[in-house]
């Protein structure tokens, strides 16, 4: 989600509220020869993508029918996605879509959720813990995403081109994209993510996007994969704006969740 978004969300009582606050994003970019816009987030970064080379992304809808957030298949049974967006929407009325590259087609797999996992200490997204799994209803039919090794480095060195993959806006207060997009991130240092950013806290975060801004993940986007190859090191959860200059995407550290995310994701006969 946005820092700015973040006080609406902090306001927001009820879940409702919530929605509206984080029911807005996508992969986008800025830049721009139109001045009145020079600062909105626009996809420039971004392509269609895929779902041929990234089965495992899949986006979440409310019970208006609504994508809100992005996901990410971890096994036959669950799915991760950020906690802000499985706080966002009552369990009841989430549904998980597989296998749909296109929001405006009915192929693929519509699954509810039978349980939700919350990142243990998780509060806001700029606290960190920025993550959740959802136990689905029946079996996702598509291949999983690799998690890194538990405190795996190698996959977070500076420079590591990753990508990231979204159903948001195309433009902020635009339409949204009725595809899949992906963009190319690099990850960013944690010395850099952490003068970019005063929150920043390397054990639950990484930072990955361009100094000069212009190629990012934006709202929409939240709770969706950032992969190197078919490997999950992130998770979209805040940035202040979309494609800034020196302010780039924030993800969840999925390698410090590793053990979590594979004791909810195994597939079990209660629960
Ligand atoms: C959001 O609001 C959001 N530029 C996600 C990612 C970023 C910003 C906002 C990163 O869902």
Not at 11 to 29: H, K, N, Q, T
Not at 194 to 220: F, H, L, N
Not at 257 to 270: C, M
Request: glycine residues 12%; hydrophobic residues 35%; neutral net charge.
């Amino acid at each position: 989600m946005s820092v700015k978004s973040r006080r609406s969300l902090l306001l927001a009582s009820g879940a409702l509220l919530a929605v509206a606050a984080v029911a807005v994003p996508v992969v986008v970019g800025t830049a721009s020869a139109d001045p009145a816009s020079a600062n909105q987030p626009r996809i420039v970064g971004g392509d269609k993508a895929s779902l041929s080379d990234h089965p495992y992304a899949v986006y979440l809808t409310d019970s208006g029918g609504n994508q809100f957030c992005g996901a990410v298949i971890v096994s036959s049974t669950a799915v991760a996605t950020a906690a802000h967006c499985a706080k966002a929407v009552a369990k009841q009325d989430v549904r998980v879509v597989a296998g749909r590259e296109d929001k405006r087609t009915d192929v693929g797999q519509v699954l509810g959720v039978s349980k939700v996992w919350i990142g243990k200490g998780y509060s806001d997204p700029t606290q960190g813990d920025d993550i959740a799994v959802l136990t689905v209803r029946g079996q996702l039919d598509y291949r999983p995403a690799q998690l890194p090794k538990s405190g795996d480095t190698a996959a977070y060195r500076e420079g590591t081109q990753a990508t990231v993959l979204g159903w948001g806006r195309i433009a902020d207060g635009g339409d949204r994209s009725d595809y899949l997009r992906s963009a190319q991130v690099p990850v960013v240092s944690d010395n850099t993510c952490r003068s970019d950013y005063s929150v920043y806290d390397q054990k639950t975060m990484v930072c990955a996007g361009y100094e000069k801004g212009g190629i990012d993940a934006c709202q929409g986007d939240s709770g969706g994969p950032l992969v190197v190859g078919d490997t999950l090191i992130g998770i979209v959860s805040f940035g202040d704006g979309c494609g800034k200059p020196g302010k780039p995407g924030v993800y969840t550290r999925v390698s410090t969740y590793t053990a979590d995310i594979e004791a909810q994701a195994k597939p079990r006969v209660f629960g």
